[in-house]
T-cell receptor, first 112, second 116 residues
């Protein structure tokens, strides 16, 4: 699975959009980009995933660059409850289950 | 319930004792994972089960750790002769085994193990 690089921490004002970047320059054509988050003292929570098209769900939007070497997770209106560690994971093939490798992630702090 | 259930939520034990941690995955999910997370650290993969296939044990840190999954559902992680460095939160997750959503893991709340 391709390695990812994320900033260790970011701040965002409550109500504003939080844009979390992820670099995955060695991604291959059939690797998906997954985003998870972990709120303090809880298990990780799936947010969204995509292959090459931008994706949106009720939690967030995922923007993947045309060359697929980086992506951005967007929380459109961040709230205090969005304070968490956000993990960007690149995973080979969604056709069969296998382990996800979690890196260090980005600690997002939403400020009042 | 609808989510992944883990028990106990908290376990305090003495060094050298054996412990068992239980995970009840979401019904219909045939893939099951164990991770652990030490204080302030990231998630460390331990083991994963997929249907009736042989489990991927590549993440188990020593032979004191073992896991089984009976009937393709409930899983038990066993740590023998616990050491203080085993203190961590042990997280279980489940997912579908095939199809486009296999990377969507559903995690339980974890079992916090403290070895004195």
């Amino acid at each position: 699975d391709a390695k990812t690089t994320q900033p260790p921490s970011m701040d965002c004002a409550e109500g504003r959009a939080a844009n979390l970047p992820c670099n995955h320059s060695t991604i291959s054509g059939n690797e998906y980009v997954y985003w998870y988050r972990q709120i303090h003292s809880q298990g990780p929570q799936y947010i969204i995933h995509g292959l090459k098209n931008n994706e949106t769900n009720e939690m967030a939007s995922l923007i993947i660059t045309e060359d697929r070497k980086s992506s951005t997770l967007i929380l459109p209106h961040a709230t205090l409850r969005d304070t968490a560690v956000y993990y960007c994971i690149v995973r080979f093939s969604s056709g069969s289950a296998r382990q996800l490798t979690f890196g260090s992630g980005t600690q997002l702090t939403v400020l009042p | 319930g609808a989510g992944v259930s883990q028990s106990p939520s908290n376990k305090v034990t003495e060094k050298g004792k054996d412990v068992e941690l239980r995970c009840d995955p979401i019904s219909g999910h045939t893939a099951l994972y164990w991770y652990r997370q030490s204080l302030g650290q990231g998630l460390e993969f331990l083991i994963y089960f997929q249907g009736n296939s042989a489990p991927d044990k590549s993440g188990l840190p020593s032979d004191r750790f073992s896991a089984e999954r009976t009937g393709g559902s409930v899983s038990t992680l066993t740590i023998q002769r616990t050491q203080q460095e085993d203190s961590a939160v042990y997280l279980c997750a489940s997912s579908f085994s095939s199809g486009i959503n296999t990377g969507e893991l559903f995690f339980g709340e974890g079992s916090r193990l403290t070895v004195l």
